[in-house]
């Protein structure tokens, strides 16, 4: 039963990642006006706005112009859900959990709108810090232990970053700022292991590009969304990807 309410609570959320990723870019409020179609305006009501379902019963188009409802929304809407369930799984009734949440969820969001603008935008990245800071007043209110190693891989996170994009101008200066949010929830392990999942990633697409010629040797590609999903793997396995590395080194 817990599992099916943090599924549904996924899907809602991952309903207004939807506004944020279409509203921020355009530099408009997430809350004011109400969610409408963007083409012809269509105020949605509270029943067009049942994550997925209400998807389904329109058949994927407007109910006020009949313009078709583009799929990524439904998609970035289970995505979420399916994250929110597998961190459950992974840290159970903890702040853990709740970490994880809001560290997917903002992934997502900088991801999605990185793919699309080739831009990391600040009013993320200080939301981001500004849920860390707020989660850690909880936590030390309840273990009383700062978190001194999140802060340091916070730290390490901008420096490795940062150090890249200075000596080599191969990475944004918002790259730096999502490198700092990994390592503050993720820790120095966690952030590492990001790092490391990130470049592989990176490099791996960047060939299958160049060679398929898909984009000019000179074309930017977006790395928000390898930092993200290497963070979401870290956040979800690190610990079974380092013991399994630790146990080749043994072999």
Same mark, same amino acid.
């Given at each position: 039963? /817990? !599992?099916?309410?943090?599924?549904?609570?996924?899907?809602?959320?991952?309903?207004?990642? @939807?506004?944020?990723?279409?509203? !921020?870019?355009? /530099?408009?409020?997430?809350?004011?006006?109400?969610?409408? *179609?963007?083409?012809?305006?269509?105020?949605?009501?509270?029943?067009?706005?049942?994550?997925?379902?209400?998807?389904?019963?329109?058949?994927?188009?407007?109910?006020?112009?009949?313009?078709?409802?583009?799929?990524?929304?439904?998609?970035?809407?289970?995505?979420? $859900?399916?994250? +929110?369930?597998?961190?459950? *799984? @992974?840290?159970?009734?903890?702040?853990?959990?709740?970490k994880?949440?809001?560290?997917? $969820?903002?992934?997502?969001?900088?991801? %999605?709108?990185?793919l699309?603008?080739?831009?990391? +935008?600040? $009013?993320?990245? !200080?939301?981001?810090?500004?849920a860390?800071?707020?989660?850690?007043? #909880?936590?030390?209110?309840?273990?009383?232990?700062?978190?001194? /190693?999140?802060l340091?891989?916070?730290?390490?996170?901008? #420096?490795?970053?940062?150090?890249?994009?200075?000596?080599?101008?191969?990475?944004?200066?918002?790259?730096? /700022?999502?490198?700092? #949010?990994?390592?503050?929830?993720? %820790?120095?392990? %966690?952030?590492?292991?990001?790092?490391?999942?990130?470049? #592989?990633? %990176?490099?791996?697409?960047?060939?299958?590009?160049?060679?398929?010629?898909?984009?000019?040797?000179?074309?930017?590609?977006?790395?928000?969304?390898?930092?993200a999903?290497?963070?979401?793997?870290?956040?979800?396995?690190?610990?079974?990807?380092?013991?399994w590395?630790?146990?080749?080194?043994?072999?």
């Amino acid at each position: 039963m /817990e !599992i099916i309410f943090i599924a549904i609570i996924g899907l809602c959320i991952g309903s207004f990642l @939807n506004v944020c990723i279409y509203r !921020i870019p355009r /530099e408009e409020s997430i809350i004011f006006p109400p969610s409408h *179609c963007t083409t012809c305006s269509y105020k949605l009501q509270s029943y067009d706005l049942i994550p997925l379902l209400s998807y389904l019963f329109l058949k994927g188009r407007c109910r006020g112009c009949g313009e078709r409802i583009s799929i990524k929304y439904s998609l970035i809407e289970m995505l979420n $859900s399916l994250l +929110y369930v597998l961190i459950y *799984c @992974n840290y159970g009734n903890s702040i853990d959990s709740l970490k994880g949440f809001l560290l997917s $969820s903002l992934l997502i969001v900088i991801a %999605g709108i990185d793919l699309k603008t080739h831009y990391i +935008y600040k $009013s993320t990245t !200080i939301f981001g810090i500004g849920a860390f800071i707020f989660i850690e007043i #909880i936590d030390l209110l309840i273990s009383w232990q700062i978190p001194w /190693e999140n802060l340091l891989a916070g730290a390490l996170g901008v #420096i490795v970053i940062g150090a890249i994009v200075f000596f080599t101008g191969g990475m944004g200066e918002g790259d730096i /700022e999502i490198a700092l #949010i990994i390592g503050l929830f993720l %820790g120095i392990k %966690g952030l590492m292991l990001a790092l490391f999942i990130a470049f #592989i990633l %990176g490099g791996i697409i960047a060939s299958i590009f160049l060679i398929l010629k898909f984009k000019e040797r000179k074309a930017e590609i977006a790395f928000g969304p390898y930092l993200a999903i290497g963070a979401i793997i870290s956040l979800l396995y690190s610990t079974e990807i380092i013991n399994w590395y630790i146990s080749l080194m043994k072999i």
